[in-house]
């Protein structure tokens, strides 16, 4: 069958079928989202995506929410360009719209003869292709029938009969332990299990947060394999009695539609980030061949604010030996954990070695495996904005406008934990936005300092109620966010005064 299809494909394409690249092209950048409406937040995350150099989208279902596969796919031109690669998986809310003359799947097959991309299958429903050496499957459990005894056989024979050392498998719908929110039982277990077996990145959304497993030896059991930083990809050795296969599953669903608060947890997520949280939307990348290592990828969640959210290196033992060092970047192969390095990152001192990568993760690192500490860039001024350049070193900017922007809470972001308080908190926020986009718009002096004095008052009104309703909650990380957040607005726009 998969040989049928692929001639099928090479007649529709012509002469278009050609070899692949065995390995992607160094600090090849895939952006995965998923739920993304149709809107300023979702141009946001596209304008995000553009701005941190990706080559390619993986889109794991829900597109715009109003059935206008037009609409969506302007969007995506309007700010990514109508050659850009977008790949996607029908999301439960594109069904009705996904097929047919007009559907998602009309545009997406048109944007994928325009760049000649090959592809084999009903694509975006149970389909497969390789790009620039990344061999992903796209499937569409619990939509366009179920997962077990359909979708999973798929993917186990797709990942079966490929060579390509980096694959993802994406679709839209979750497991219920495989999501932080309010999903059920949706796919079957199966596709997490072949996938796993396959050595696949497992990439879905669906629930409106972004999260992140540990790298597991059973999906279905929740059985976490390692809690290192740095997670070791391995396929299943089918001649063997053992189950070798280890993956991780991911949601990546803030790509613009909404976000949710957190409801579930586990021992085996390494990151959580949801209104909970004080989450924004944002993307989550991955950078593969990193560095000119064929075998790691680095893999980054950020928001449409810059915060980082999550990082860690992913390592595919598939991919190949790693390339002789010829740097100090690369110097920790084949040594042990601890080594002294070198990561050739200005932002990172007392760099070492963990699970064969030198690092350096910055400062918002998740699952207690960061190695190298943080260069410490704070001069000790509240009105600078502190960062550092990997290659420049620290930073101190004059807190302006922007920079208050930035750190405002959004009213939707204040999590339950704010009990009573919610509603007052939202609304003083909600007053505070608006006073602070006045003041960017004002052209006399006069008045921006009266809308930002008022936005202050706003912050502080909010920074009061939160304080109050967080009292002797120090462990909550909800009440810890929520605090932190509005205090550093606060600070921030004060600094607009001095």
């Known amino acids: 069958m998969r040989a049928l299809l692929a001639s099928c494909v090479a007649l529709a394409f012509g002469s278009l079928v050609w070899a692949e690249p065995e390995a992607p092209p160094v600090d090849f950048k895939i952006a995965f989202i998923g739920d993304q409406g149709l809107g300023p937040n979702a141009q946001a995350v596209l304008t995000l995506i553009r701005d941190e150099g990706a080559s390619a989208v993986l889109h794991s279902g829900d597109f715009d929410y109003t059935d206008s596969p037009a609409a969506w796919d302007d969007q995506i031109n309007g700010v990514l360009g109508g050659n850009f690669p977008y790949f996607a998986s029908a999301g439960n809310h594109d069904a009705s719209a996904f097929r ?144 070798e296969g280890r993956s991780f599953v991911f949601v990546s669903g803030l790509g613009g539609s909404s976000i949710r608060p957190q409801l579930l947890d586990g021992p085996w997520w390494a990151s959580v980030y949801t209104s909970t949280q004080g989450a924004n939307y944002g993307a989550l990348f991955g ?26 290196f992913v390592r595919n033992g598939a991919a ?123 052209s006399e002096q006069e008045k921006r300092t009266l809308l930002i004095t008022a936005a202050v008052k706003r912050l502080e009104a909010a920074g009061r109620r939160a304080a109050d309703v967080c009292q002797g909650r120090a462990a909550d990380r909800c009440c810890t966010t929520l605090t932190g957040r509005i205090n550093t607005a606060h600070d921030r726009a004060r600094c607009l005064f001095e």
């Open 100 to 243: 047919g003359p007009g559907g998602y799947q009309e545009f997406l097959a048109a944007r994928m003869k325009r760049l000649r991309i090959p592809w084999r299958g009903d694509l975006g429903v149970q389909s497969s292709l390789t790009y620039n050496g990344i061999f992903i499957v796209m499937t569409a459990p619990g939509i366009f029938g179920a997962g077990d005894g359909l979708y999973d056989l798929f993917i186990a024979g797709e990942l079966a009969a490929d060579t390509s050392p980096w694959r993802i498998s994406s679709w839209h719908e979750d497991m219920q332990l495989m999501q932080v929110g309010g999903k059920s039982d949706q796919t079957g277990w199966g596709v997490y299990e072949q996938s796993r077996r396959g050595g696949a990145i497992i990439a879905t959304a669906h629930e409106h947060s972004y999260s992140r497993t540990y790298l597991l030896s059973s999906c279905q059991n929740q059985t976490v394999a390692s809690t290192a930083s740095t997670l070791v990809l391995s396929r299943d050795d089918p001649g063997t009695p053992a189950d």
């Open 287 to 312: 950078v593969f061949n990193y560095r000119g290592d064929p075998g790691l990828a680095y893999f980054y969640f950020k928001d449409i604010g810059g915060y980082v959210a999550d990082e860690f």
């Open 320 to 442: 190949g030996a790693s390339p002789a060092c010829t740097s100090a970047g690369c110097d920790c192969r084949d040594r042990p954990d601890g080594a002294p390095c070198d990561d050739g990152n200005a932002c990172t001192v007392d760099d070492a070695c963990l699970g064969g990568v030198c690092g350096g993760m910055p400062q918002s690192c998740h699952g207690g495996g960061c190695t190298g500490s943080p260069l410490a860039c704070d001069d000790g001024d509240a009105c600078t904005e502190d960062a550092c350049d990997p290659a420049a070193g620290c930073r101190h900017t004059p807190i302006d406008l922007p920079a208050v922007k930035r750190a405002l809470v959004r009213p939707e972001a204040v999590g339950a934990c704010a009990g009573r308080q919610r509603a007052p908190i939202r609304r003083l926020l909600r007053q505070a936005h608006k006073l602070v986009e006045q003041a960017g718009k004002a």
